[in-house]
């Protein structure tokens, strides 16, 4: 039974070494997908202004619900044009490092949203969600590029100091959440995108 394990974790180190260039590929897209529709979302939000706490939880909780049905339609037809299996030994390990921080995000999401609370707290759920998200990434980096945990740390980073800017100097942090999450989700998103985009085509082309 061990055995077998270390097999299969072998194999999955040894296929995520020798495949890095094809993950990177595969991740432009997924990448610059998320970030178009994190910048649609927070400009929905901005333009209708949905600031109520409700409001605000309902159209980001759809939006990630979108962004994830996305992402796995991308890597499925991404898997299907390679030939090769969807449901592989890398892709389970990326999705049950993911999975924990995006489920604990979602549920404090459907908490704060079902919740009645005051819309100051929807920058404060926007933080949370950074934060979480941030974590997920930093987890998946083990099993993806080396750019991936470098974001998740820029994420976990940028909320860690905005949460301390408020609690040390005892004051509201006077951010519109949308930007908050139109800049994390949309712009670091088309960001990474762009950069793998780039750079891989620049590979290729050497």
């Known amino acids: 039974m061990e055995s077998n394990w270390a097999a299969e974790n072998l194999q999955t180190i040894r296929t995520l070494m020798e495949r890095s260039a094809v993950y990177r590929r595969a991740l432009a897209p997924i990448m610059l997908f998320a970030g178009a529709l994190?910048?649609?979302?927070?400009g929905i939000g901005l333009g209708c202004?949905?600031?109520s706490m409700r409001a605000f939880g309902t159209l980001w909780l759809g939006t990630a619900i979108?962004?994830?049905?996305?992402?796995?339609?991308?890597a499925?037809?991404?898997?299907?044009k390679d030939r090769e299996p969807f449901w592989s030994p890398p892709t389970r390990r990326v999705a049950q490092a993911l999975l924990p921080p995006?489920?604990?995000?979602m549920c404090l999401g459907v908490v704060f949203t079902s919740a009645?609370?005051?819309?100051?707290f929807t920058v404060l759920l926007a933080?949370?969600?950074?934060l979480f998200y941030g974590c997920g990434l930093h987890a998946a980096g083990f099993f993806a590029p080396r750019g991936v945990k470098l974001l998740g740390w820029a994420f976990i980073a940028c909320a860690c100091l905005l949460l301390l800017r408020a609690v040390i100097t005892n004051s509201d942090l006077n951010l519109k959440a949308h930007w908050l999450m139109g800049f994390f989700f949309g712009g670091l998103h088309l960001a990474y995108g762009a950069y793998l985009y780039l750079t891989g085509k620049?590979?290729?082309?050497a």
């Open 38 to 42: 994190g910048v649609v979302a927070a």
């Open 49 to 51: 202004h949905l600031n």
């Open 66 to 74: 979108v962004v994830v049905a996305g992402t796995l339609l991308i």
């Open 76 to 80: 499925r037809r991404q898997a299907f």
């Open 102 to 105: 995006l489920t604990a995000g």
């Open 116 to 120: 009645d609370l005051d819309d100051g």
């Open 127 to 130: 933080l949370l969600w950074v």
């Open 202 to 205: 620049g590979k290729n082309a």
